[in-house]
């Protein structure tokens, strides 16, 4: 009985660990499709060495739609961080002159 169940924590182990590297995989996919998904409009252009016709065009318009809307998107996510970031930054400056100017009257009225 022992070895059963023993077998069986091992293969559900295992299982974990092949979705946890699944997903790992699909992750660097999605981030390396990403990446060159940019430039996947010039590439199929070059690749067929000059639009045979504006029908090419046309098919690529929405690609190329999407592609400036990833780009977007994710040069606004960043914005955010960063202004995110700033803030917190002023934030922790503005206490810490507060803690200063409490701690100047502090020593002031001990010297009175």
Known sequence: MRGKSD????????????????QQQQQQQQQVTYTSAVYTPQLYVHRKGGLS????LLSLQPIIGIFNFLR?????????QQEQQQQQEEEEQQEQQQQEELQ???QQQEQD
């Open 104 to 106: 100047q009257e502090q």
């Open 7 to 22: 077998s069986l924590l091992q293969q559900q182990q295992q299982q974990q660990q092949q979705q946890q590297q699944q």
């Open 53 to 56: 016709s504006a029908f090419d």
């Open 72 to 80: 977007r998107s994710q040069q606004q996510q960043q914005q955010q």
